[in-house]
């Protein structure tokens, strides 16, 4: 439905990562949605039954009234940095190749990552883990620039050179 509206999205989060090909249980799906796109976003999502419960300049949250189908977190993209990591994503099977959803890189959930342990710290061992799982599967392989320049844009630039250091192997 989002394909077929046009809807500027990738999932992120650890819906995310297991597309990504790291296997991690979450409870909900986070997406970042490009903020000109919402509100053909919201009518998809009333249309599937989900409630939008909170909505911001920044986020949403949905619900669905039959907890079996989980809860959707939704940042609005519109800052460049975000609006940048849209046009990043990729596709990427899901459900035994059954489907394909828009997937954030690596970096960019890390970078997401890293503003939620910024924004907010009680989420700093949680988010910390989702990162140190993915610089553990890509290593090298990860764009450490653009990592490092999300860790300095939230003042975090110490934790990003160890981080650099503990998994890029070929510095």
Request: proline share 4%; with cysteine.
């Given at each position: 439905l989002l394909e077929r509206e046009q809807v500027r999205y990738a999932a992120m989060g650890g819906f995310a990562i297991s597309a990504l090909?790291?296997?991690?249980?979450?409870?909900?799906?986070?997406?970042?949605?490009?903020?000109?796109d919402l509100p053909a976003f919201q009518r998809?999502?009333?249309?599937?039954?989900?409630?939008?419960?909170?909505?911001?300049?920044?986020?949403?949250?949905?619900?669905?009234?039959?907890?079996?189908?989980?809860?959707?977190?939704?940042?609005h993209a519109?800052?460049?940095?975000?609006?940048?990591?849209?046009?990043?994503?990729?596709?990427?099977?899901?459900f035994d190749g059954a489907k394909q959803i828009n997937v954030l890189d690596a970096e960019d959930i890390i970078g997401l990552k890293v503003q939620a342990m910024a924004n907010n710290p009680i989420r700093r061992a949680r988010e910390a883990v989702d990162?140190?799982?993915?610089?553990?599967?890509?290593?090298?392989?990860?764009?450490?620039?653009?990592?490092?320049?999300?860790?300095k844009l939230f003042e975090l630039d110490e934790e990003g050179q160890r981080l650099r250091e503990r998994f890029n192997h070929d510095q």
């Amino acid at each position: 439905l989002l394909e077929r509206e046009q809807v500027r999205y990738a999932a992120m989060g650890g819906f995310a990562i297991s597309a990504l090909g790291i296997p991690l249980a979450t409870q909900d799906i986070d997406f970042l949605v490009h903020r000109d796109d919402l509100p053909a976003f919201q009518r998809i999502m009333a249309g599937l039954g989900y409630q939008c419960h909170h909505q911001s300049d920044d986020v949403s949250q949905y619900y669905h009234p039959q907890a079996a189908w989980g809860a959707i977190d939704v940042i609005h993209a519109f800052r460049h940095h975000a609006t940048d990591m849209l046009e990043r994503a990729r596709p990427c099977p899901i459900f035994d190749g059954a489907k394909q959803i828009n997937v954030l890189d690596a970096e960019d959930i890390i970078g997401l990552k890293v503003q939620a342990m910024a924004n907010n710290p009680i989420r700093r061992a949680r988010e910390a883990v989702d990162i140190d799982t993915l610089a553990s599967h890509y290593g090298a392989k990860l764009d450490w620039g653009r990592i490092l320049e999300y860790y300095k844009l939230f003042e975090l630039d110490e934790e990003g050179q160890r981080l650099r250091e503990r998994f890029n192997h070929d510095q």
